[in-house]
């Protein structure tokens, strides 16, 4: 499914919607759930989650600041947002995560995660983000602005001080399902450098682009690496459905490092066997192989870096195995 980008959305199990779907199952009320997560579920409207910002180290989860105020039986919102998953007319529901309690001494007990009407009064989208260039509207991260943004203390999910639980239970599965279509789409660009590497009328000093011993290695590592990747995922998905996602912090944090890094050098290599073609935008029809190969390519890397950095991810990784098995 992985392979087609709008294919997820004909089975609802698209970003963000399967990990937004399993954060209201998991987490919500049943007051909640009746009003966000079963119409979500139909199918009736789109969601987006919202959790890094533009000033401060959103790498670092406790730094996010954007203030969120109890007022009696509401909270007043105020701040901005970056990265939201998504902006288009569809999207009913925001997930925020933000600060009720800068003072509180642990600071994994200073955020809360709120449910967010589309059409509350103070709130806007001020931009949609192109990705390296590219315009993904409607599906591209927005910037959001939150200004004297009203909602009732029943919006709040899981209580307040939540949110880190509530993410962790969120961005884990999630990121999983992104390698997941990333090795899609990876898949496919192969595939179409396979087209290219065998076309009858490509034969430069009269061989078959393939039969070239670089070329010849060059697709033997590209199948390897996807054959390799593919594995590392179904270890992360099985060791978090066999241990719960705690238990899956190495293996979460080994796919992140390891696939967008190794998806973007792929679908480069793929590139590489259409020779001049790449890069000319006037040769970019609409829906072209070349266009779809530099999309793929530019969201690999943006997802390498909405992952997180390598050193802190590598510091999971580390941590996990620092002790030595002799």
């Not at 199918?43 to 790498?59: H, I, L, R």
């Not at 011993?213 to 390897?224: F, V, Y």
Request: net charge positive; charged share 25%.
């Amino acid at each position: 499914m992985g392979k087609v980008y709008w294919a997820g959305q004909t089975m609802n199990c698209h970003a963000p919607e399967t990990g937004n779907i399993e954060l209201l199952a998991k987490y919500c009320n049943e007051q909640q759930k009746e009003q966000w997560l079963k119409p979500l579920l139909r199918g009736e409207f789109a969601s987006a989650y919202s959790m890094t910002e533009p000033d401060v180290a959103s790498s670092d989860a406790t730094k996010i600041a954007i203030s969120i105020r109890r007022e009696g039986d509401e909270y007043m919102i105020n701040g901005r947002k970056l990265f939201a998953t998504k902006w288009n007319p569809e999207v009913k529901l925001y997930i925020l995560m933000g600060c009720t309690d800068p003072n509180n001494p642990n600071p994994r007990r200073r955020h809360s995660m709120l449910l967010i009407p589309s059409d509350t009064p103070g709130f806007r989208m001020r931009q949609n983000l192109s990705i390296m260039g590219h315009d993904c509207a409607p599906e591209s991260h927005g910037e959001y602005v939150y200004d004297n943004v009203r909602i009732p203390v029943s919006n709040v999910v899981l209580g307040e001080g939540g949110a880190f639980e509530i993410a962790q239970g969120r961005l884990g599965p999630g990121r999983i399902h992104h390698c997941m279509r990333l090795i899609g789409q990876a898949e496919l660009a192969f595939d179409y450098a396979l087209v290219r590497a065998t076309d009858e009328r490509k034969k430069p000093r009269g061989k078959l682009i393939w039969q070239f011993d670089s070329n010849i290695e060059r697709i033997a590592q590209m199948r390897l690496k996807l054959d390799a990747l593919r594995l590392v995922v179904f270890n992360a998905a099985d060791t978090m459905d066999a241990l719960g996602n705690k238990s899956g912090r190495y293996v979460i944090a080994q796919s992140k490092i390891l696939v967008p890094i190794a998806v973007a050098k792929i679908v480069d290599e793929c590139m590489q066997l259409y020779g001049g073609r790449v890069g000319r935008d006037q040769l970019k029809t609409a829906g072209s192989v070349v266009a779809r190969h530099q999309q793929y390519y530019k969201v690999a890397l943006q997802l390498k870096k909405q992952f997180g950095l390598d050193e802190e991810l590598g510091d999971d990784c580390t941590w996990e195995y620092i002790e030595p098995k002799l």
